[in-house]
């Protein structure tokens, strides 16, 4: 077992059932629920066993970021109050992003805030949005516009559960993963070079050097006022992406967004940052190697150009980005214009010709 | 002038409109908004004079307890969005507690939290809500229940805008001053004994005092883990009592409501908690100085019970209130069984025959 110790709560990697049961007797909840969707119930929940105990009542809600919104989240408070959950009641979220995030924000917000816990089932949560205390929705098809920033009271990452998942969902979370690496660790990046095939990943071999770039992070700068938007690398883009597909219904994944982003954001690495020709290359190829073309075009700019204009990165209306002036190290807060942006997205489609 | 300084924010007891230039002029906001509803927008947004600048842009909502729900402030993000308010923008709250509480709700979870200032304009909001920190709004008829712990940059105090109200809505704020000086202030208690109009009084006289009461009790214990549940005298039953007039369509206003309340939780303090007799019929007959009967009878008693069962502040189900052993004293989190709340509403409705 391993054990990642945060300033207010830990990250246990070890078999989830076990955690929690040895968790749950030593915190005298009043009431305690778990929230999951159709997929986690199915999947997940039986292999916690009787970790949860028979008094501990199930909320769920649909699957998929669609429903990451504020009428699912009165849904899980109605049943957080028909359940009598109290002050002194604990939320378990077991699900990805969209049920920690969802789940992480419903109880930050539920009586003023109750004590919850992530039980990430994807790579992508496991990787990324189970650490750092960032809970929220999204709101008229911007990502995570409303939320606040708390902490869970643990966090319990369960390799078991990748078994679960199909390959679109590995390849997501591998996205956190190779970013890790670009902005801060060369040498995970180099290790990551080896991977050929994502269904045969050993991924306790990657998760903790890739949480412990997040952790370092986090702590530093918990409300992202400077250092923590190292961690928005490719996310400007990617974020703008992935709304625009969420709008035209045809929804990327958050990570394939994401891959796709940090391909144009270290094309401007390479534009404005002094990233190496040869850096940008194999950036691209090792992103080609995992994610398919993501299908949009040149007309599709100026609607994606809109949605990153309400990141809530910018400032004053003017779009910033962290950049990687080399593989391994990270500059914050680099404004960039539309027209490198625009470029940016042709270079993205061109890498594919 | 008066300054009250707090951990993280002061409280400027002054003309509105110059304390807010100040303090405009001293923070770079990319963005200013001001959450108004008709009222204010219509008598307290002018008195405010040039200090908001042109720039500042009007976000109006309805007024009335009725409409600090989910949906209000969604109609409020929608317009910061709108108006492209960024994380380094400001929301300024000109108006009573249902502004402050969905407004400062509002900022606290837009991108995560941004700044906002709060600009009281109800003498309850003033002597209440704009301190200490709890926003939020209301939901399926339960006071509160959504909502996060937030303290403004700072609250702008200005006695002008109380000639702008009826007196039904400085009796409400009046129930607050009323409590500060039950349960911590004897000399407070005392001085307020001269009061024979409320339409004639120098509340210069009283906020300050009544606001050093609640800023000692909410610095000592910011998330209400402890002491500040003193402040929840009056409040157990008042709110169910607040609530069920909401579900019947005769709205009771908070502190109406709160006056009712701390009779009821004389009442128990007298029973339970060592109360001379001699003070619960002072308080009572002080209540009855100002506050006309409230409407409701045995038949309502389960309903008033079944909201009081919802209070985030009980424990696995059991009702706590705060109780007064004397005037000036407190304790807090005493359980009270059905029967004796029910014993105290029959109090209540007794002491007007």
Known sequence: MINL?????????????????????????AKTAVLVDKNTRQHCLPLLGGALGPDCFIIEIPPGEQHKTLQTCQTVWAEMLRG?????????????????????????????????VQVPTTLLSMADSSIGGKVGVDFQFVKNIIGVFQNPRAVFIDTTFLNTLPLHETRSGFAEIFKHGLIADASLWGRLQKIQDLRQVEWMQFLPPSLAVKKRIVEEDPHEK????????????????????????????????VALGIVCESFLSYKMAGLPTESLAAITAFAHRFYPPCLFDKEDFPAIMALMKKDKKNKAGHIHCSLIPAIGQVLVDRECGETQIAESLAYYLGSFA
Chains 1, 2 share one sequence.
């Open 5 to 29: 110790q945060l300033k207010d709560y830990s990250i246990n990697l070890a078999k989830a059932g076990e955690a929690l049961s040895h968790f749950l007797a030593g915190n005298q909840y």
């Open 84 to 116: 009598g959950l109290d002050r002194h009641s604990l939320l378990i979220n077991l699900g990805g992003g969209v049920i920690g995030d969802l789940g992480g924000f419903c109880a930050a917000t539920y009586m003023r805030g109750i004590d919850f």
């Open 226 to 257: 400077g250092i923590r938007k190292a961690l928005n690398f490719g996310h400007t883009i990617g974020h703008a992406v992935e709304s625009f597909s969420l709008q035209n219904d045809r929804p990327l994944l958050h990570g394939e967004a």
